[in-house]
């Protein structure tokens, strides 16, 4: 297939058609309307289906019902509409149900602003919910990637039988870049027939129950072990990151992931220019996060900078991975301002020069 | 040859439920599921369970089903019908879930035409959770969360669902009934029985609020609980069918140029 000009959010919208999504719900909110709009007009040109739902509390349950009956499902949303919809997402989790979500990332809290952020890490990452569960948590820096994720998303969904979330701040939404969807794409994982889901029961299996609740404790932790296996195996088989320059020589590791990263390849370039040697890990995978691609990397420079659209989250990961070998240094804009090449160029100068306070997790 | 005129029906398990004696759960699931056997739908009938008393109905019904948050069983049926429209959905929600917490999500259902049934529940207070007031709690009926009676400056009045969807303009079949005597029950199961008949033919959403007992947190035995249900409730709450598809004066507006 050629490629195309494409807007971030109707590549997401495209992507998941392509990967065979037949079913959107979902609730305005700026700055993703794209992605529904284009599903409203493209899913029933598939024989696909299209509901405004009333709110992203009923989106989520919606999402519920059409991936218990076994079909792909997706929704996308922003900041305050995934809060609301974390109960929806949080019975996902407890029942086993595959669906894909996409948060375009908004400044936050409470209504906050409308311009990208990545202040929703913790709450993508660290469950945000309520109950003992995890996301697959996938982050694109671009839109060809924002594809190709969003298309992964689906397949690795119904492997795992879990809801799959595709981070991206709102830059990668409303930015226009040639994309290309592979023709003939295979799953990027083996997958079952969905015999679990309810479709009527005739009586040739057992009969299907969609259910979060199991009120005998033995059997919920039961339940609850199963899940961990689940997560555990997305922790062992799912890590992907990009490394930039982290085979040569350097001084300063960067840690950023989603479009802050491309703004830091481009400082990276610069830096080179003038002789200084800086390396890069991106996470792709947010969770399972890439703890040992972070700490063997670390190892290697003589300071880490984390860059990130937030008053620091993603930080708390690389803290993890790094366990105190190296100094930490910090960068960020927030609010939906963005991080500058030239703050990153001056960040890195500023680590080398001792003039930069490293950050105390101790 | 014996001839068998009386067994239970295909679409319920041969289990015990938990439901408390008097309760009219057990009547109104045996309703729907003899609607179901004598429709044939059992084979092709995804359930959709509420949070509160009729939580575990999914233990009870002998097809597929699928167990909601609480309040938004309908969005859950909607989107199981919009994936497999082939499948019979329906909801079964007590007033806490369906009138309370689930308010705005039975309103769009129903606006949208969703293409489902709601066996609408309504025994006037909160059950599983102890006794606790609901929207449709009688003036002066007294609740754990209004010891001294519900007061109706403080709380409002009850709200009547039915009434209140049937003013939307889309069409749907919305009815009113109660099981607290034999004949109140027949009448409830042929209200059900057109609500699925709708459905099955595909002409509009559908919901049969049934008036039901709770002895347990009314305080009072099931005979008693019958004769209150005739003497509070039928008069705030009016049995009958309340809206119909072919509804003329209902007809949709020309669309918008």
Same mark, same amino acid.
């Given at each position: 297939?050629? +490629? %195309?000009?494409?807007?971030?959010?109707?590549?997401?919208?495209?992507?998941?058609?392509?990967?065979?999504?037949?079913?959107?719900?979902?609730?305005?909110?700026? !700055?993703?309307?794209?992605?529904?709009?284009?599903?409203?007009?493209?899913?029933?040109?598939?024989?696909?289906?299209?509901?405004?739902?009333?709110?992203?509390?009923?989106?989520?349950?919606?999402?519920?019902?059409?991936?218990?009956?076994?079909?792909?499902?997706?929704?996308?949303?922003?900041?305050?509409?995934?809060?609301?919809?974390?109960?929806?997402?949080?019975?996902?989790?407890?029942?086993?149900?595959?669906?894909?979500?996409?948060?375009?990332?908004?400044?936050?809290?409470?209504?906050?602003?409308?311009?990208?952020?990545?202040?929703?890490? *913790?709450?993508?990452? %660290?469950?945000?919910? /309520?109950?003992?569960?995890?996301?697959?948590?996938?982050?694109?820096?671009?839109?060809?990637?924002?594809?190709?994720?969003?298309?992964?998303?689906?397949?690795?969904?119904?492997?795992?039988?879990?809801?799959?979330?595709?981070?991206?701040?709102?830059?990668?939404?409303?930015?226009?870049?040639?994309?290309?969807?592979?023709?003939?794409?295979? !799953?990027?994982?083996?997958?079952?027939?969905?015999?679990?889901?309810?479709?009527? *029961?005739?009586?040739?299996?057992?009969?299907?129950?969609?259910?979060?609740?199991?009120?005998? !404790?033995?059997?919920?932790?039961? /339940?609850?072990?199963?899940?961990?296996? +689940? *997560?555990?195996?997305?922790?062992?088989?799912?890590?992907?990151?990009?490394?930039?320059?982290?085979?040569?020589?350097?001084?300063?590791?960067?840690?950023?992931?989603?479009?802050?990263?491309?703004?830091?390849?481009?400082?990276?370039?610069?830096?080179?220019?003038?002789?200084?040697?800086?390396?890069?890990?991106?996470?792709?995978?947010?969770?399972?996060?890439?703890?040992?691609?972070?700490?063997?990397?670390?190892? +290697?420079? +003589?300071?880490?900078?984390?860059?990130?659209?937030?008053?620091?989250?993603?930080?708390?990961?690389?803290?993890?991975?790094?366990?105190?070998?190296?100094?930490? /240094? *910090? /960068?960020?804009?927030?609010?939906?301002?963005?991080?500058?090449?030239?703050?990153?160029?001056? %960040?890195? %100068?500023?680590?080398?020069?001792?003039?930069?306070?490293?950050?105390?997790?101790? | 040859?014996?001839?068998?005129?009386?067994?239970?029906?295909?679409?319920?398990?041969?289990?015990?439920?938990?439901?408390?004696?008097?309760?009219?759960?057990?009547?109104?699931?045996?309703?729907?599921?003899?609607?179901?056997?004598?429709?044939?739908?059992?084979?092709?009938?995804?359930?959709?369970?509420?949070?509160?008393?009729?939580?575990?109905?999914?233990?009870? @019904?002998?097809?597929? @089903?699928?167990?909601?948050?609480?309040?938004?069983?309908?969005?859950?049926?909607?989107?199981?019908?919009?994936?497999?429209?082939?499948?019979?959905?329906?909801?079964?929600?007590?007033?806490?879930?369906?009138?309370?917490?689930?308010?705005?999500?039975?309103?769009?259902?129903?606006?949208?035409?969703?293409?489902?049934?709601?066996?609408?529940?309504?025994?006037?207070?909160?059950?599983?959770?102890?006794?606790?007031?609901?929207?449709?709690?009688?003036?002066?009926?007294?609740?754990?969360?209004?010891?001294?009676?519900?007061?109706?400056?403080?709380?409002?009045?009850?709200?009547?669902?039915?009434?209140?969807?049937?003013?939307?303009?889309?069409?749907?079949?919305?009815?009113?009934?109660?099981?607290?005597?034999?004949?109140?029950?027949?009448?409830?199961?042929?209200?059900?029985?057109?609500? @699925?008949?709708?459905?099955?033919?595909?002409?509009?959403?559908?919901?049969?609020?049934?008036?039901?007992?709770?002895?347990?947190?009314?305080?009072?035995?099931?005979?008693?609980?019958?004769?209150?249900?005739?003497?509070?409730?039928?008069?705030?709450?009016?049995?009958?069918? @309340?809206?119909?598809?072919?509804?003329?004066?209902?007809?949709?507006?020309?669309?918008?140029?």
């Amino acid at each position: 297939m050629a +490629k %195309k000009l494409m807007k971030g959010s109707e590549a997401i919208g495209e992507a998941a058609i392509q990967a065979g999504c037949r079913l959107f719900f979902g609730y305005p909110i700026t !700055p993703q309307n794209e992605i529904p709009e284009y599903m409203s007009l493209r899913l029933p040109q598939v024989g696909g289906r299209f509901v405004q739902a009333e709110s992203e509390v009923a989106a989520s349950n919606m999402l519920y019902g059409a991936s218990g009956s076994g079909e792909r499902v997706m929704t996308s949303s922003s900041s305050p509409g995934i809060s609301l919809m974390s109960e929806g997402i949080s019975y996902l989790a407890g029942a086993e149900l595959p669906v894909v979500i996409v948060n375009i990332m908004r400044a936050g809290p409470g209504l906050g602003g409308i311009l990208p952020s990545q202040s929703d890490y *913790f709450q993508a990452t %660290k469950g945000g919910a /309520h109950g003992d569960f995890r996301l697959l948590v996938l982050a694109p820096w671009s839109v060809q990637e924002a594809a190709n994720l969003v298309q992964d998303a689906f397949d690795l969904a119904d492997y795992y039988r879990n809801p799959v979330l595709v981070l991206g701040d709102g830059l990668i939404g409303q930015m226009m870049e040639p994309v290309e969807f592979q023709e003939g794409r295979s !799953p990027c994982k083996e997958l079952q027939p969905k015999t679990w889901a309810s479709t009527g *029961f005739k009586g040739d299996r057992p009969r299907a129950v969609i259910n979060s609740l199991f009120l005998d !404790p033995e059997e919920l932790e039961r /339940h609850n072990f199963k899940l961990k296996a +689940k *997560f555990d195996a997305m922790v062992r088989d799912e890590i992907r990151c990009d490394e930039i320059g982290t085979e040569e020589d350097y001084d300063v590791l960067i840690v950023a992931c989603g479009t802050v990263a491309r703004v830091c390849s481009t400082a990276m370039e610069e830096l080179r220019e003038q002789g200084i040697r800086t390396a890069m890990v991106r996470p792709v995978t947010l969770f399972p996060y890439p703890y040992a691609a972070v700490r063997r990397a670390a190892a +290697k420079a +003589k300071a880490v900078l984390v860059v990130e659209l937030s008053t620091g989250q993603m930080i708390e990961d690389v803290s993890l991975a790094v366990r105190a070998t190296r100094p930490i /240094h *910090f /960068h960020c804009r927030v609010g939906g301002m963005l991080v500058s090449p030239e703050e990153v160029i001056a %960040k890195v %100068k500023a680590i080398l020069a001792g003039e930069s306070e490293e950050v105390d997790y101790a | 040859m014996p001839e068998t005129v009386f067994q239970r029906p295909e679409s319920l398990l041969p289990v015990v439920t938990h439901y408390c004696p008097g309760c009219t759960h057990g009547v109104i699931h045996r309703l729907v599921g003899e609607v179901l056997d004598e429709l044939g739908l059992r084979e092709r009938t995804v359930g959709v369970a509420p949070v509160g008393c009729s939580v575990l109905a999914y233990n009870y @019904f002998n097809t597929d @089903f699928q167990e909601a948050s609480h309040g938004r069983a309908p969005a859950v049926a909607t989107g199981i019908k919009r994936a497999r429209p082939d499948l019979i959905v329906f909801t079964y929600q007590g007033d806490g879930d369906l009138a309370s917490i689930g308010m705005a999500e039975i309103v769009h259902c129903a606006n949208r035409g969703e293409k489902v049934t709601v066996v609408f529940v309504n025994n006037a207070i909160y059950g599983m959770t102890g006794g606790q007031m609901a929207p449709t709690t009688m003036p002066n009926q007294v609740a754990t969360t209004c010891p001294l009676g519900r007061d109706v400056e403080q709380t409002g009045h009850p709200i009547r669902v039915v009434e209140l969807l049937s003013t939307l303009r889309t069409p749907a079949f919305i009815a009113r009934a109660a099981v607290h005597t034999p004949l109140h029950a027949v009448r409830a199961k042929a209200m059900l029985r057109q609500a @699925f008949q709708h459905q099955v033919e595909g002409t509009c959403f559908s919901m049969v609020e049934v008036l039901s007992t709770c002895p347990t947190n009314w305080g009072m035995p099931p005979g008693e609980a019958c004769d209150w249900v005739e003497k509070n409730m039928v008069p705030y709450y009016p049995l009958g069918v @309340f809206k119909t598809p072919d509804d003329i004066s209902r007809a949709p507006l020309p669309k918008a140029q």
